[in-house]
């Protein structure tokens, strides 16, 4: 079982890949939250698998609410459990934190990944998408980053395997409960009417169920999970986080060939 978690699809297009690899079969945790469906059994032998983005420097914090209510029956000390983060360039002490989240409900993560993917993050000042060229060499090399991940995986080794960057404890353990405190808020997204079409596609990309369309536009309600797939995939990019985004380019996952 792989439960997974995406916004711009980055994540949503990994855990695709190794579902097909490793033969596995995917849950969303955002329909696991937004529906409240927690219990899940695993077959003998089966393994259990994490896929997301790294946010801040550590996990989505959307897979720590999950962790919280998660019920696997047929988890023995023996399954074996596995994370897959994509990031956009490094995740700093994600697999401490994970580790520790994962080991105060009761699992034991072996496996440890990340795929470098192109970059969503643009609501601060100094954060942009990545150029194109740099985007779509990312994208080239995910199939082989992947394919090599899977077979790790089909081996049960117990290993980790993640781009951490520099300045790791600062980033993980100082900025990011600052950002999660500060920076994870649904307020500052606006929609200029006058740009907005009602098109409906941020209700539709929206994977909490956080947006709703009214006559002048979509009204945010307060349950984000900062995922940005709202602001990327407005296709005509009427969607801003407060005053950082206006000139910045937009970005969701699309597979090049
Ligand atoms: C709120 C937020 C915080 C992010 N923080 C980081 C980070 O700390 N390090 C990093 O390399 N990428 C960061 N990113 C970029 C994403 O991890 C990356 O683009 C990821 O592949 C997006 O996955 P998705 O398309 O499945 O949503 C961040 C993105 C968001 C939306
Ligand atoms: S996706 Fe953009 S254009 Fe479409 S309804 Fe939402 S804000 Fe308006
Ligand atoms: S409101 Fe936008 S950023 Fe928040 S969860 Fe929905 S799509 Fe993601």
Redesign the pocket.
Known sequence: MILW??????????AQQLAEQLNEHLVSVAEAINFEKFDYTLQPGEMLGFV???????P?PIMLELLQNLKVAGYTPATYCYMV????????RSVPIFTKALRKHGFTLQGAFSV??????I?MKGFYVDEKTVEQKKLRAAPERIENVAMRIAEHRCTTDVVV?RWRWV?SHIIRPG?RRY??SDKPFHADPAVCSRCGKCVEVCPMMNIELTDNGPKWQGKCA????CLHYCPTRAIQYGKQTQDKGR???RKIN
């Open positions: 978690f995406s916004g711009t699809g980055n994540s949503r297009y990994v997301f983005p790294t946010y801040s420097w550590g989505a983060t994509t990031c956009g360039d490094d995740v700093g470098q993917m192109p970059n969503n993050y609501c960057g980033k950002f920076a994870m900062m995922c940005l797939a970005y969701f996952f």
